[in-house]
């Protein structure tokens, strides 16, 4: 067994926080000291069995028996919503999208429904912003706001379901909602007033129902939310050209995403975004994005200290990591923790995917990741590391809140070509401690590792083998 641990002392100074509140920073205080209770893959039992798929009454809604029409250009909003209105007052069953087209507005999903876009079929969502008003209480990057809706929403329900093999697109371009990102010429993106006035709101506490946003400014909707909703199954469902986050459940529970191919390389076109919400579980998926592929998160700076719920319990097994920022990321918006995350089975693979396995965050945004496992994970080429911890992401070091990843274990991951197995950069204060590496083989290694960690980390029964294989100065000819 190789060893290596790296230890750095870390001076003691004080930062003074003018506007998070003392409890807070208390808390983020309380949490760096505590010894963080370290679960295994023996959990995995016990959150699998919590996680149950709802099942729906055999009773069918086809949306052109309310009106919609299959031409691409008819507005299907209003016979959409009258079907899943017609089912849930049924007591449940499948609003049912037929082969075709069908252009859509919002869609709001209430308990008992199971949105079943069939073989052939694609729901279209419309450019036009005025179709996802009035403005509904969801998050935007962490941050919790009234905004345009998400393209599928739902809201404080219950057994609900978006399932077929048919298509949903997003519409999304440079013409309509990825140009509110973009810099014009010489001028920021028209996004950047409304992205600051929300952070501003959450810094000092706004109520939520006066953090008003919609129409006259832009925030982008993302695409299916499911918000403080329980029993939720998504699957086989193939997703393109969302505005941004593709599946983002928030305060929500007992979550099955299955099957889902997602294809989208837009701006911050994340694939699967579980915040603030537990016993999640992502399997058989694909996801090729402009984004991270999975990013796991539980609420950005002080607003996500006040909700103050931590993701947890989450399995993503048996998916096909294709283009991305990360495989499977920690943050950045993680301000109320994230644990107990097991990551099996899985292939990664692109030129154009960054890192496999990412944790980031700041002194802004502080929070603690701790218990993530990843094992039996296949690796091809990743553009900067195998592993990446980034607390130095934005603005880095400049914040009360210091953040934490703890008790990390990687497991009979191979790789075959990377610039570097690890890039790790921290400051004085945050905490990087027990990173496993157990039975890995990296290959095609190409630079020196960059490490900057409080804590250990720990190589047990692992081969690097460089690009370019040096000889020892101390190398002798074998004897006969």
Not at 8 to 21: K, M
Not at 289 to 313: H, L, Q, W, Y
Request: proline share 5%; glycine share 8%.
């Amino acid at each position: 067994m190789i060893r290596l641990i790296h230890r750095f002392v870390i001076a003691t100074f004080l930062l003074v926080a003018l506007i998070a509140p003392v409890s807070s920073r208390a808390l983020s205080q309380r949490a760096q000291r505590s010894n963080a209770r370290v679960v295994g893959w023996r959990s995995v039992p016990a959150i699998l069995a919590r996680v149950k798929a709802p099942k729906f009454p055999a009773r069918d809604f086809n949306i052109t028996y309310f009106g919609a029409v299959a031409d691409g250009k008819s507005d299907a909003t209003e016979p959409i919503r009258k079907a899943i209105a017609a089912c849930n007052a049924a007591g449940g069953g499948r609003v049912v999208v037929p082969a075709g087209v069908f252009l859509t507005g919002a869609i709001h999903l209430k308990s008992n429904v199971n949105l079943y876009v069939s073989e052939g079929a694609t729901l279209k969502f419309s450019t036009d912003a005025e179709k996802y008003l009035p403005v509904v209480y969801t998050r935007f990057e962490g941050t919790e706001c009234m905004n345009y809706s998400p393209f599928i929403y739902a809201f404080e329900q219950e057994n609900i379901a978006i399932t077929g093999t048919g298509t949903l697109d997003g519409n999304a371009s440079d013409e309509n909602w990825w140009a509110w990102t973009r810099r014009r010429g010489n001028d920021e993106a028209l996004a950047r007033s409304s992205v600051r006035k929300l952070l501003d709101y959450g810094e000092r506490g706004v109520p939520v129902k006066d953090r008003i946003f919609g129409k006259g400014e832009y925030l982008r909707p993302n695409f299916i939310q499911p918000y403080r909703s329980r029993n939720i199954l998504i699957e086989g469902i193939h997703i393109i050209n969302s505005p941004m986050w593709e599946i983002h459940p928030v305060l929500s529970t007992n979550i099955t995403v299955r099957g889902v191919k997602i294809n989208t390389h837009g701006p911050n076109n994340d694939g699967c975004d579980p915040e603030s919400s537990r016993d999640v579980l992502i399997e058989d998926c694909v996801f090729d994005t402009g984004d991270d592929c999975i990013a796991i998160k539980s609420g950005r700076d002080n607003d996500g200290r006040r909700v103050n719920v931590p993701s947890e319990n989450i399995i993503v097994r048996n998916s096909t990591m294709k283009d991305g920022h990360g495989g499977v990321v920690m943050g950045s918006e993680c301000s109320g923790g994230i644990r107990n995350v097991f990551i099996e089975n899985c292939r990664m693979d692109s030129p154009n995917l960054e890192r496999a396995l990412r944790f980031k965050s700041n002194a802004r945004r502080g929070g603690f990741a701790e218990n993530v496992f990843m094992r039996n994970v296949e690796i091809g080429k990743v553009k900067e590391a195998v592993l990446t911890i980034d607390f130095m992401y934005e603005t880095g070091p400049n914040g009360p809140y210091k953040p934490i990843v703890r008790n990390v274990t990687l497991e009979n991951v191979k790789s075959t070509s990377s610039p570097r197995v690890m890039w790790i950069a921290s400051f004085p204060g945050a905490l990087i401690d027990n990173i496993l590496f157990s039975d890995c083989v990296f290959r095609g290694v190409e630079a020196t590792e960059v490490v900057d960690a409080s804590g250990s980390i720990t190589f047990k029964n692992v081969k690097i083998e460089p690009v370019n294989k040096g000889r020892s100065l101390n190398s002798r000819p074998t004897w006969p």
